[in-house]
């Protein structure tokens, strides 16, 4: 056996790897002149892609960034997100993409909890990335994309410094691609370790479950780039040779999006369901029908009237859901083809390489039709969280990654999600699932959106209540709410209060933030179905 120096058994190790980069750069070599990305009127072929990522690569080099090495990414969508993605892995380092949505305080502990050694920021978020990289010990440099404030350098200079020789590749799939934040809609962000090995079967998995994706095949999406869905839907276009269109951070824009898709004649796309309502509802919407070949939805549940509106507007163009989450790349289950329709409330089937068993607290395998939580073992489970041993062996218990998602199991295979388990609430001794209390209000035609979340109650412990967003021009009270969930749940489901808002609090992955439901709605707990 040679010991472990042998530069034979080094030269075997490294044959055998292949980092998350190297798909793209093949790319590169197979089709230098195709356009690789765009974003807005902006536009970087492979090779302009594979030069760029080469000489940030040789710049982190330059900076100290060894293997292993964190680097925050505070950007808003744009090419340099997905530059910065390639060259920190053409540098061994692992990107950390930080929500351009977060405070001051919120980047902060980011960057420390991950040990960043450097960050590159956007212009308008400079100053926030500023502060964190002088208050947070053990960052040694700010690249700032456009005009450099005091203490950073600009991003093109360092470019145009490096060389453009491809470096040495370090490291091997087990290596973190993307150390991926959670949302935190339950507590402090935890960041999930995503290796290239959990990267490279979830675009497999990806797209052997979508298909369509090939050389000439074109994806646009409106999530963003720091967010698991935006990476992992980009990935198998580059790897394939096709071509990906960034969207803009802005507002949502369903006028805008339409043109974008047909201007560069998107085949594949995603948009929230929310989205995708205000897409079909635009009169340029038909038209998207002579290049979409796949129309993808997922992050929260859509109501039947969106997918029925989706059906209509988009015949014979392939409508799939995609269940997931972060810790798993995030493709869990997939919902297509003509069980979108008959199956319509369902999150579909497992993935292919994903397995999955949906247990009860003992983890033992509950029977089929009755409620568990969904665990999953495969090669897209993340390696664990960053710095949290407890948190990684919660999460591990028996051997299996546990979502928090309870569900339920049909009689084909099917799997409905019933809760997330936190949010479970526990109504004198009965448990009532708040996803199905908000699918029951969801279907009264005076409701535009709704959640519920569990509030205190000093007789029953805890007790629903409805925040609800009114359909436009709809005249809805307290009582009409209370009294449509009187005629189709069972009494205790019913919520003792409603409080009516513009919009509720979303997360960028488009979830609902429960826990700044409960927060904002604390006070008027004790008041609560007395």
């Known amino acids: 056996m040679p010991a472990a120096s042998d530069p034979a058994l080094h030269a075997l190790e490294r044959s055998r790897r292949l980092l998350l980069s190297e798909p793209v750069s093949r790319s590169a070599r197979r089709h230098p002149d195709k356009t690789a990305l765009v974003f807005g009127d902006a536009s970087l072929t492979y090779a302009e892609l594979e030069e760029r990522t080469i000489r940030l690569a040789g710049a982190l080099a ?63 978020l400079a100053q926030r990335a500023a502060s964190a990289a002088a208050n947070v010990d053990g960052v040694r440099f700010h690249l700032a994309v456009g005009p450099a404030p005091a203490g950073a350098e600009a991003y093109e200079d360092a470019l145009a410094a490096a060389a453009a020789d491809e470096p040495s590749l370090i490291g091997d799939e087990d290596d973190i691609a993307f150390l991926m934040y959670t949302s935190g809609t339950t507590g402090r962000a935890k960041g999930a370790m995503l290796t290239h090995q959990n990267m490279y079967a979830q675009t497999v998995n990806w797209t052997h479950e979508v298909g369509g994706v090939s050389e000439d095949a074109v994806w646009r999406a409106g999530a963003p780039l720091f967010h698991i869905a935006g ?32 201007r560069h004649a998107v085949t594949h796309t995603f948009f929230v369901p929310t989205q995708w309502d205000a897409v079909c509802r635009h009169p340029d919407a038909p038209a998207l029908a002579s290049t979409l070949r796949k129309a993808i939805w997922g992050a929260s549940p859509a109501p039947r009237s969106t997918l029925e509106l ?3 507007t988009f015949p014979g163009i392939d409508i799939l859901s995609n269940f997931g989450q972060t810790e798993m790349c995030p493709s869990t289950t997939w919902l297509k083809g003509s069980d979108s329709v008959r199956k319509m409330g369902s999150v579909g089937t497992p993935s292919i390489n994903v397995e999955v068993r949906i247990v009860d607290d003992a983890m033992q395998d509950v029977p089929r039709g009755e409620v568990g939580e969904i665990v999953y073992r495969g090669p897209t489970v993340m390696k664990g969280y960053f710095a949290d041993e407890a948190a990684t062996s919660e999460a591990f218990t028996g051997g299996w990654f546990h979502s928090g998602d309870l569900v339920r199991e049909d009689a084909e295979g099917f799997i409905y999600v019933v809760d997330r388990k936190k949010d479970m609430i526990i109504s004198g001794g009965e448990n009532i699932y708040p996803a199905e209390v908000e699918t ?73 933030l429960k826990r700044t439901l409960k927060e904002t709605y604390a006070a008027r707990a004790s008041g609560v179905g007395s």
């Not at 293997?67 to 505070?74: K, T, W």
């Open 62 to 124: 330059a900076r100290g960034v060894e293997r292993g090495d964190r680097v925050a990414l505070l950007l808003f969508n744009r090419l340099e997100v997905v530059e910065a993605f390639f060259g920190c892995h053409k540098a061994g380092a692992t990107p950390v993409p930080v929500n351009f949505r977060l405070v001051q305080d919120e980047v902060d502990y980011i960057v420390e909890n991950s040990g960043a050694v450097g960050v590159i920021a956007d212009e308008p």
């Open 440 to 512: 029951a209000i969801r279907a009264h035609p005076g409701v535009a959106d709704v959640a519920v979340v569990g509030m205190p109650h000093e007789r029953w412990v805890e007790t629903p209540l409805a925040v609800v967003v009114r359909a436009a021009d709809a005249e809805l009270t307290e009582t009409d709410v209370i009294e449509h969930c009187r005629a189709h749940l069972a009494g205790y489901k019913k919520p003792s209060a409603v409080v009516f808002v513009e919009e509720l609090p979303r997360n960028a992955g488009g979830k609902v």
């Open 231 to 262: 990476v992992a839907g980009i990935l198998p276009f580059l790897s394939l040779g096709g071509t990906a269109v960034i969207a803009p951070s802005t507002e949502f824009d369903p006028g805008g999006a339409i043109e974008e898709l047909r």
């Open 310 to 312: 989706m059906g209509e």
